[in-house]
């Protein structure tokens, strides 16, 4: 089998590289993504440990070393995706992409802010790659599904939303009407802020109504918030049961090197978003890249 050390030797060592790094299906490419995500959770610790200040007093030192430690693998690694795939200018722009930039910027970051150097927690959201690796497909067709009917609805709930905040608008005007300066309705954009908190049933209760006129409208506000609650829901359901299942022959795992999607049929040759050639399947690499794969 082949070994890391041979993954640069010849001239396909691209290839082997984006196997090893982008597929989950291969061996390597799950010893990969599994060192990677112990890596995550580790710097993740390291960052948490240092913002405890007894811990920090203690073990200062190691923790910041182990920082700069994990950052630079992630800088490396990185470096790596970019060089293995075929576009990495769109790469860099892909939703992963900017994961992976915005998990080591912090550090960088902290070298001027220091308190910036905190944002590294940000990794967390490299996590989204476990679903890849524990080969739980369903998961991420379900969350597929779920961005399908967000987008499908995306200009219903726009509407409310306007709706929502035209509402606001008129029930703090009418609050700073009814209960003034005097009540600690200060101004309309505090009265709409209160509108907000009570609509969405939040409720802080630094500013509350003395006048019952002023109560009443506070009461209307809040039954409002509950009905307000359920519409958003109701647009999205009701478009996720309007989606179709899909095929039950899709590997979430298969990556598309050009527009980096997934979810593509286990026999596809080409993307289904941009048409692009995707790499061959388990059973259809010959020579050095056939052995990554065994």
């Not at 969405?200 to 109504?209: A, E, Q, R, W, Y």
């Not at 009443?216 to 049961?241: F, N, R």
Request: with cysteine; charged share 20%.
């Amino acid at each position: 089998m082949t070994g890391f050390k041979d993954i640069f030797s010849g001239q396909d060592w691209r290839k082997r590289l984006y196997i090893v790094i982008f597929e989950a299906d291969t061996p390597a490419g799950r010893r990969f993504d599994q060192i990677l995500l112990i890596a995550i959770l580790l710097s993740l610790l390291t960052v948490m440990l240092e913002s405890v200040a007894s811990i920090r007093a203690s073990h200062g030192r190691l923790l910041f070393a182990l920082d700069w430690l994990f950052t630079g693998l992630f800088t490396a690694e990185y470096v790596l995706r970019l060089m293995c795939v075929p576009r990495p200018a769109r790469y860099a722009r892909s939703l992963f992409g900017l994961i992976d930039l915005l998990s080591i910027l912090p550090l960088y970051i902290g070298l001027v802010v220091p308190e910036g150097r905190f944002l590294t927690d940000i990794r967390v959201l490299r996590l989204l790659r476990v679903f890849r690796v524990l080969n739980l497909p369903r998961y991420l067709d379900e969350a597929s599904e779920l961005k399908s009917a967000m987008l499908a609805s995306r200009r219903k709930i726009s509407v409310f939303l306007l709706g929502v905040l035209l509402l606001v608008i008129l029930l703090g005007t009418l609050m700073y009407v009814v209960e003034g300066e005097e009540h600690g309705f200060t101004s309309i954009p505090v009265s709409i802020y209160w509108a907000i908190v009570t609509l969405t049933t939040v409720g802080f209760g630094d500013i509350t109504p003395k006048t019952p006129l002023g109560q009443m409208l506070a009461s209307v506000v809040m039954i409002l918030g509950y009905g307000i609650i359920a519409v958003p829901t109701g647009i999205v359901t009701a478009e996720i049961a309007r989606s179709s299942p899909r095929p039950g022959n899709q590997s979430a795992t298969r990556l598309c090197p050009h527009c980096f999607s997934e979810g593509h049929d286990l026999d596809a040759r080409y993307c289904k978003h941009c048409s692009g050639e995707l790499p061959p399947p388990l059973s259809g690499v010959a020579g050095p890249v056939e052995e990554i794969r065994s």
